[in-house]
């Protein structure tokens, strides 16, 4: 099982980024899968899951009406849209995988991507 997250970058407030979260290995679209971020001295907190039936849940209010996601089973692939982002959306996002979405970074036992930074900064 492998994931590698990709597309975070440099962006000024009010950007958008779309990250990416691919799959390698396994079907993708059979699993749960989570963005989380995490910014130093602070403890990892999911952000959003979808489902394998492509219902996503939020967990962050904060990004309720700027973040969404989705997958491409096509592409093996999941997607973090971010619109209206705002500086303290910085941290370094990641993706996990289990059989559903779990609400908590403890319950992703299957794989973890290695992590992309996004920073909010004019």
């Known amino acids: 099982v492998q994931l590698q997250a990709s597309g975070g970058g440099l962006v000024q407030p009010g950007g958008s980024l779309r990250l990416s979260c691919v799959a390698s290995?396994?079907?993708?679209?059979?699993?749960?899968v989570g963005w989380f971020r995490q910014i130093p001295g602070k403890e990892r907190e999911e952000v959003l899951c979808?489902?394998?039936?492509?219902?996503?849940?939020y967990f962050q209010d904060s990004v309720k009406g700027r973040f969404t996601i989705s997958r491409d089973n096509a592409k093996n692939t999941v997607y973090l849209q971010m619109n209206s982002l705002k500086p303290e959306d910085t941290a370094v996002y990641y993706c996990?995988?289990?059989?559903?979405?779990?609400?908590?970074?403890?319950?992703?036992?299957?794989?973890w991507g290695q992590g992309t930074l996004v920073t909010v900064s004019s």
């Open positions: 979808i489902s394998s039936s492509h219902s996503s849940t």
């Open positions: 996990a995988t289990d059989d559903d979405c779990r609400g908590s970074p403890l319950g992703y036992e299957y794989g």
């Open positions: 290995g396994f079907t993708l679209a059979y699993y749960g």
